[in-house]
């Protein structure tokens, strides 16, 4: 287990419109800015295009199951982190039209619809890099 703390933060609303892909952008961003490491406490928003990994299994090596949802799909919750400017956003998501509720990693190529919107804490006095643990090969937050 890790822990990090910060006493120089500050917060952030992003926010996208019509057609920005928020992944890709979200990561332009935290690079033009020079975040390295923030939270992302909190987002909604609409997407028309979708694309998700989950889990597929429990054991190692971890396998991972991707989804490609087209439509109006409602965002209910966006999280996650910043480590080594890198940005690892969750989402839980509803598929309109097939009334189906998704939940797992946002992917890039996923499209806003109408707009959207995220919240970050930065931890400005916060280095980090994204590692591989040695003994199980999955990947890992190390200090910079």
């Known amino acids: 287990m890790q822990t990090f703390s910060s006493s120089k933060t500050y917060a952030m609303m992003v926010t996208f419109k019509r057609g920005d892909m928020i992944v890709e952008q979200l990561t332009e961003m935290l690079r033009d800015e020079g975040i390295v490491m923030a939270l992302i406490t909190s987002g909604l928003g609409a997407f028309d295009r979708c694309n998700l990994h989950v889990i597929g299994g429990t054991g190692l090596p971890p396998v991972e199951e991707f989804i490609h949802l087209e439509g109006p799909i409602e965002v209910g919750s966006i999280q996650g982190t910043v480590i080594g400017g890198q940005p690892h956003i969750h989402v839980v998501v509803q598929?309109?039209?097939?009334d189906k509720t998704y939940a797992g990693h946002l992917e890039p190529d996923s499209r806003v619809c109408y707009r959207a919107a995220v919240g970050l804490v930065v931890l400005a006095d916060q280095s980090s890099a994204m590692g591989q643990d040695?003994?199980?090969g999955l990947v890992s937050t190390a200090l910079g």
């Open 95 to 98: 598929d309109v039209a097939n």
């Open 134 to 136: 040695p003994q199980t």
